[in-house]
């Protein structure tokens, strides 16, 4: 059984989550590698929780982005915005709608969209 209890999401809806384990991925940034990559995943933990907003209500509105066009929409770095990308798809907030477009390298890049 899954402990409960009722708290805002994100997103600042009130509702009865799972309690989450604030130190892994993907509620914190995670690092794949201990030294720079450690260090710049704790330098972007107070960020990411309201990157990860930003990111989800851009979606919320405009339904369907590449997560290169979500940064250009914030006018934030991609390599901001990816790893936030991420982290709302494996929290099942968003999902790959199915399509791709090319991103600014010219390779397909995954469509998102809320769930």
């Known amino acids: 059984m899954v ?9 600042g809806k009130s509702e009865d989550l799972p309690l989450f384990d604030d130190t892994q991925y993907p509620t914190r940034p995670g690092f794949t590698a201990r030294g720079t990559s450690e260090d710049a995943a704790r330098a972007m933990h107070l960020a990411a929780h309201s990157l990860r907003a930003k990111v989800y209500n851009v979606l919320r509105r405009r339904k369907l982005l590449t997560a290169d ?31 791709y477009r090319p991103n ?12």
């Open 69 to 99: 066009e979500i940064a250009g929409e914030l006018e934030l770095s991609r390599l901001t915005i990816r790893p936030r990308v991420s982290e709302l798809y494996v929290s099942g907030f968003i999902e790959p709608s199915g399509k």
């Open 3 to 11: 402990k409960m209890r009722r708290r805002k999401d994100p997103f």
């Open 104 to 115: 600014r390298s010219g390779k397909r890049a995954i469509v998102w969209r809320p769930k």
